[in-house]
């Protein structure tokens, strides 16, 4: 079993940061690539931000230069900073961790989702 918690989410208004943490739990062996993704209402849901076990990072071209991903490996936690929110990032964010278990198997975890909502 694997476990995926979210925090950090809430109303901010435009211009606001946030930081949005996930933490993996469980029968971990291995976490490998780790990310975020959000899905705004009405619409599918998108990738945001990836990060390697070994820190390689990449962007949607609409997060660039605001959002940070980062990653603390002996926490098993991944973290998203939000800058320069903008009303058309509000959406519900989602982490995502590719493990590896204790069990030998390998498969993706999704996380329940943290409501990010920007007021202009």
């Known amino acids: 079993q694997v476990q995926l918690v979210e925090s950090g989410g809430g109303l901010v208004q435009s211009g606001g940061s946030l930081r949005l943490s996930c933490a993996v739990s469980g029968s971990i062996f291995r976490l490998n690539a780790m990310g975020w993704y959000r899905q705004a209402p009405g619409k599918q849901r998108e990738l945001v931000a990836t990060i390697t076990d070994g820190g390689t990072t990449t962007y949607a071209d609409s997060v660039k230069g605001r959002f940070t991903i980062s990653r603390d490996n002996a926490k098993n936690t991944v973290y998203l900073q939000l800058n320069s929110l903008k009303p058309e990032d509000t959406a519900v964010y989602y982490c995502?961790?590719?493990?590896?278990?204790?069990?030998?198997?390998?498969?993706?975890?999704w996380g329940q989702g943290t409501q990010v909502t920007v007021s202009s």
């Open positions: 995502n961790a590719d493990v590896t278990t204790t069990s030998w198997t390998r498969r993706d975890y």
